[in-house]
């Protein structure tokens, strides 16, 4: 046995632990059919506390490569995974009465979205082109299925054909652009092609690199969404059942900026500035038009693939400004993303019982007399969305705008924010429905106890972490110091 | 009492979160009394600060600096000086003033209701109180939820329209003054205010910083031509949102100025002042002649409030003009006049929206022309709305005559022109509030509805007693508000002239 390659295995445990979790889910589902859905339930929520507490037991440990160089474990990824089982354990839960309600089968969507899981885990820790294309695939494939679940609803086979041709495309092209990139560099591992980049491989092989870097990049837009490479994510969103919906808008969304964090911040020495273009154009796209398109949206879904648009394009900017700082804030702007949108998409989900289901933005109306509470929380997740203090959905634009400004990048900074001016008026359109209009309905809306305790703290989170920012934010920044 | 600022920002709110999760629509007289001590325990802790303050020291006083997220360098830095401390105490009082004089007006959701006006208090305490930017920047732009949901949730038919464009007008404004903050938080590597006062920047920075905080507070105050959301946003308020937004949102921008754009960058308001005198002129007389011509009562009342934060603005700016020629004591002079105005307009505006308040609750107009002969049916009301229209048309006596007489005086010294335009306000403020007063107060009885009018209720009469008291106080004996604001007055000016260009 090869002991060099099972060295600090141990790093790996998490994505283990939800490997266990997924086919202990699996035989659970096949040898005990009728008590499945729980049975899976429970047995995801194990794996994925056990995952996040092995994720923050190692935050603190130094970067280590293991598996031969194709796998890393260092602050940014145990973040990363830490977050992605949290965000995966709390779209399960929101998710579940949904599920039972649409006579989804919960067994099978238990173990899809833990093998998504597992690949989004392996996707951040990734550390060649390899293991991350492998940890893409795993990840989205079960996507794919999850849009299709309940098969026998159209949109829903509608919206996942065209998430999976538009994923195989993006597939494509992104192991086009890897295969040039090896093909220059005779390397898959990221050390070494930070090595070539800056090496005499560069000045003989430049045409082969810009090529790589513009199918790479296409690619991972592609993944996240970003203008140009949009147009599946409004059509996704709201065809697929909104328990998937969920899904998808959230842990996925950490998985694929830690793809384009490792891969931007290889070094590029001279096509840095190539790269910085790159950026710089998808970002101002995807956080103009996601705005400005949302803002004629009457769909919630719809409306909220738009905002994960404009969200992911404001990520960006902390990628474009190139520096440890810039990085630290691409990575909490997306962890307190992916909290705002599970809030977010998590209420559409939980409302949507009884036989209710919201569709529509004006679904919502009069939710504060329906109950003030809920409203309340889905005001503070809005308004956070919407960039405006005390909630931290403004620390998240103020790091990354602070990053563009400290390298000089102001213009961008004030696009970026005239950009939210924009943003901001769909989600008060959205807060104006719940507030503002009378409902339909008189009759009051209630959730279970339980649902209803995670849901308030979910919501308060953003308020807490909008007023205690400090332990997060330095968390990220040491993740790159 | 070292703590005395933090628990005036934090009380008001933890209050109001209180009272919106446990506070029930079945019991608004319950709510109404719990919010009602809570303004009355703010109002007794501002007592400390008042005594506790020495109105001669030239730094912050009651300060606390604890850092708050390190690792950006932002601190949780309050502290106050004279200015600050008068619009804290004013910010409560009109609070106050709002619960009173709406007490029965609000019948749907009073908890909600009353934990929006709570909450706007604690964070309008913050606004003053902050010394770091980006916290002052924090507690500015949250003031705007608060306000979004009562204009949209408690306003008249077209309030939707009011509040998105209140909101996004303003928020537009302040996102700009946010990207200020982050060039000059990088530029002096701190956002502590000090540290941001002692930048020395080039004339093109400086130039750009003021265009941004002229957005940021030229929006807010409002001044020509980025007014209209103010008629629109104070027409559909309710009375409650009406007094606060013009006592003290209003505020907020001439704060800005007075505290940021003038001792940040000195050089650039300098080259931009003759600029904004022109607006504030404009503001005073042609908004002045808008308001003359309005159907709408409260509309009339909003295009005055304009034309009065144009003198604001005017008395801000206008020692510019001054400086050149040494006048400094006259520069003292209009910048107080400034304040006093400030000051003197929360009360006058907040009466006079109450008024219009207590008779929309009755009659369920505002239009001037569906009202004549108020006074047959309600005296009482009617001699305090005299005293309040006299001192919006700027009587002696009233508190709205100080403040212009010392502007109109002190301009003087800038041009004479300057001051002939400015005291227009005299003609055009008596025309649209003495009219307006005739057409509603006097005349025949036209509508039937005045007829069934009852007079103020115990709890309008207390908040009408209590700013009837403080417009004739202030009229007669201005000096505590002048002692008090002196030294601010003296700093902003000495900060204001200092050039700071880079050499």
């Given amino acids: 046995m090869n002991t060099e390659l099972l060295a600090n295995i141990q790093f790996a445990l998490p994505e283990m632990i939800i490997l266990l979790g997924a086919v202990l889910a699996l035989l659970g589902d096949v040898f005990f059919p009728r008590r499945g859905a729980m049975l899976g339930f429970s047995i995801a929520m194990i794996a994925l506390f056990a995952s996040i507490a092995e994720s923050v037991c190692f935050m603190s440990a130094p970067k280590t490569i293991l598996f031969s160089g194709a796998f890393i474990s260092d602050p940014m990824s145990c973040m990363m995974r830490a977050f992605i089982a949290l965000t995966v354990a709390i779209c399960l839960f929101y998710s579940s009465d949904y599920i039972e309600d649409r006579g989804i089968s919960a067994g099978d969507n238990v173990v899809l979205a833990l093998l998504s899981t597992l690949g989004m885990m392996i996707l951040v820790s990734a550390h060649t082109l390899l293991t991350l294309y492998l940890g893409l695939e795993l990840m989205s494939l079960p996507l794919y299925v999850l849009t299709a679940i309940r098969r026998t609803e159209t949109e829903g086979a509608e919206a996942a054909l065209k998430y999976f041709v538009m994923g195989a495309l993006a597939s494509g092209m992104l192991l086009y652009g890897m295969s040039l990139i090896f093909g220059a560099t005779g390397a898959l591992s990221f050390d070494a092609i930070s090595e070539a980049l800056t090496g005499p491989a560069m000045t003989t092989h430049k045409g082969l690199f810009i090529f790589g870097l513009v199918f790479m990049a296409s690619g991972i837009s592609f993944k996240l969404a970003l203008v140009p490479f949009h147009s599946w994510a409004p059509d996704v969103y709201e065809g697929a059942p909104t328990s998937s919906t969920l899904f998808i808008s959230v842990a996925p969304k950490i998985a694929a900026l830690g793809m384009a964090i490792r891969f931007f911040s290889l070094s590029w020495g001279e096509l840095a500035a190539s790269s910085q273009q790159i950026l710089l154009v998808l970002a101002l796209l995807s956080t103009g038009l996601g705005n400005v398109l949302a803002i004629i949206q009457t769909n919630i879904k719809r409306l909220f693939a738009y905002s994960a648009i404009s969200h992911a394009g404001y990520a960006f900017f902390g990628l474009l400004a190139m520096t440890p700082e810039g990085y630290s804030a691409a990575l909490y702007y997306i962890l307190v993303y992916a909290l705002m949108s599970s809030a977010g998409l998590g209420l559409i989900v939980l409302l949507s019982r009884d036989g209710a289901e919201i569709t529509l933005i004006k679904d919502l109306k009069g939710l504060n007399s329906r109950n003030p509470w809920l409203a309340f929380m889905m005001l503070l997740v809005l308004f956070s969305m919407a960039g405006v203090p005390p909630l931290v959905g403004f620390l998240t634009k103020f790091l990354v705008l602070k990053a563009l400004v400290d390298v000089g990048l102001t213009w961008v900074a004030v696009l970026g924010l005239l950009f939210a001016v924009v943003g901001a008026f769909y989600y008060l359109r959205v807060v104006k429905v719940m507030y503002f209009d009378e409902a339909d309905e008189k009759t009051k809306l209630a959730l279970p106890m339980s649902t209803m305790l995670i849901y308030s703290a979910h919501g308060l989170a953003l308020l807490y972490l909008g007023l205690f920012p400090s332990a997060l934010i330095a968390l990220c920044l040491k993740a790159f110091a | ?503």
């Avoid at chain 2, 319950?30 to 020291?57: E, K, T």
């Avoid at chain 2, 001699?383 to 002696?396: T, V, W």
């Fill in chain 2, 1 to 503: 009492m070292q703590h005395l600022l933090s628990f005036l920002i934090w009380f008001p709110i933890i209050a109001g979160v209180m009272i919106f999760t446990f506070g029930r629509d079945a019991h608004p007289n319950r709510v109404r009394l719990v919010s009602l001590v809570a303004v009355l325990v703010s109002l007794g802790f501002c007592v400390p600060l008042f005594s506790g303050f020495d109105a001669a020291m030239q730094t912050m006083q009651f300060v606390e600096s604890h850092p708050w997220v390190p690792s950006l360098g932002l601190t949780y830095h309050l502290g106050i000086d004279g200015l600050s401390l008068l619009l804290i105490v004013l910010s409560i009082f009109t609070n106050l003033i709002v619960m009173l004089a709406t007490w029965e007006s609000i019948q749907k959701k009073v908890p909600q209701y009353l934990a929006a006006f709570l909450i706007m208090q604690g964070l309008l305490v913050g606004v003053f109180a902050s010394l770091d930017v980006i916290l002052f920047y924090i507690f500015w732009e949250a003031t705007l939820i608060p306000m979004y949901l009562i204009i949209g949730v408690w306003g008249s038919d077209n309030r939707v329209y009011a509040a998105i464009k209140f909101f996004l007008y303003t928020f537009l404004g302040s996102v700009l003054m946010l990207a200020a903050f982050l060039y000059m938080g990088f530029e002096a590597k701190s956002f502590g205010l000090d540290a941001v006062y002692a930048l020395k920047l080039s004339m093109t920075a400086q130039s750009l910083i003021f265009v941004a905080f002229f957005f940021g507070f030229a929006i807010k105050i409002p001044m020509f031509p980025v007014h209209t959301w103010l008629p629109d946003a104070h027409t559909e308020a309710p009375a409650g949102g009406s007094i606060v937004l013009a006592a003290i949102l209003l505020k907020l921008g001439a704060y800005g100025f007075l505290r940021y754009a003038l001792p940040i960058v000195p050089d650039a308001a300098a080259h931009f002042a003759p600029v904004i005198i022109v607006l504030s002129l404009i503001a005073v007389v042609y908004v002045g002649l808008v308001a003359i011509i309005q159907q709408d009562m409260k509309r009339l009342i909003a295009y005055s409030s304009i034309s009065h934060m144009g003198f604001v603005t005017l008395g801000c700016f206008v020692f510019y003009m001054m400086a050149a020629k040494g006048h400094m004591q006259a520069a003292a002079l209009v910048m107080e006049g400034a304040i006093v105005i400030m000051i003197s307009h929360a009360f006058v505006s907040s009466a006079m929206f109450a008024g219009v308040g207590f008779i929309y609750d009755r009659m369920h107009t505002r239009q001037i022309q569906d009202f004549g002969g108020i006074v047959n049916t309600m005296p009482i009301f009617a001699s305090f709305f005299m005293l309040f229209a006299m001192a919006n048309a700027g009587l002696p006596g009233t508190s709205g005559f100080v403040g212009e007489f010392m502007v109109i005086m002190g301009s003087m010294k800038a041009g004479f022109w300057i001051t002939f335009w400015a005291a227009t306000t005299l003609i055009i403020g008596a025309t649209y509030t003495l009219w307006m007063y005739k057409r509603v107060i006097f005349g025949p009885v036209e509508n039937k509805a005045v007829n069934g009018l009852k007079d103020l209720s115990c709890y309008e009469l207390s908040a009408y007693v209590l700013l009837a008291g403080m417009v004739i106080a202030m009229g007669v004996y201005p000096k505590p508000v002048l002692d008090c604001v002196h030294q601010s007055v003296q700093t902003t000016l000495n900060k204001a002239e200092a050039s700071k260009l880079k050499g």
